[in-house]
């Protein structure tokens, strides 16, 4: 059996080539082979896992949630798709965190050999697929202008910080939304597209959501005065915001988002496509090894 790890050296305040070798003696355990490609810039970490694919049956990501969407991309159009895993090194880890992976770095070595194999949804937009989320709105176009040192410094609470800011400053959009044949038009200030329950380090913002149970997790935020983003801000922390009067919820398999503005989509955190965008859920597509 063969193993391929991806890392990505500059990831994670450059971290990864210390955690290198400790996966390597990890996996050779089992796997006969285990290969390690560096990558140097963009575009490596796909090119590597289209490269791979048909000869391995296990790739391993490490870096950041940059550097696993770029393997995703790699093997999700591919006949023949190995088994992915990760290590996370990243700022936010979304897709560790919706695994329930702990996101110290060595125990998720540690433990690699003992993670089982699991089949989670992936989602599609216009030719990209994703695996937690795509926000279109005040705080996506705000998540582009956070600075990377700032990211460095808080990690996911450099988004929050900046959302909160951003929500604050009233901006609305005119949306036009169609959800497996139904319909729904009307401002907005966000719309939050989820396959799991985390969206940029936030737990619980689709406390429904599993990453195999093939929905699409939608979220409409209205503009909010000041004084109702500090009520509700309480309860974006607890989990609870779908409880909230002011947004509404919708779960589908198909999903049409355009608006009368221009706007671009945040795609699990990166600069997505623009407006007007086709969302779809492919169910249970990728084997990934999680915990359970
Ligand atoms: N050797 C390299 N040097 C610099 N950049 C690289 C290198 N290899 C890959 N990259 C690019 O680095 C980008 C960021 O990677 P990634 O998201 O994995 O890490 P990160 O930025 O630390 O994590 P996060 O996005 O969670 O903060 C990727 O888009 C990738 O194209």
Known sequence: MKAVMIVNPSAGKEKAVSYKEHLERELSKKYDEVEVLETRQEGDATKFA????ATTDLVVAMGGDGTLSEVIMGIAPLEKRPTLAFIPLGTVNEFARALDMPLVPEEVIDEILTYKPRNIDLGYIEDQYFTNSVTIGTIPRAMH??????????????????GVQTLAENENYHFDITYDGKHWKGEAAIVMI????????????????TPDDGL??????????????????PDLWKG?????????MLTCKTLTVSAKEPLVTNVNGDEGPKLPVEITVKPQFLTVLAPH
């Open 194 to 209: 989820g396959l799991t329950s985390y969206i940029a380090g936030l737990e619980h913002f689709f406390p429904n959501a």
């Open 145 to 162: 202008e956070v600075p990377s040192e700032a990211k460095t410094m808080f990690g996911p609470f450099a988004f929050v910080m900046k």
């Open 216 to 233: 699409i997790h939608v979220m409409i935020i209205p503009e909010l005065g000041f004084s109702e983003l500090v009520k509700l801000a």
């Open 240 to 248: 609870k915001i779908m409880e909230s009067e002011h947004v509404q």
């Open 50 to 53: 289209i490269d791979c694919a």
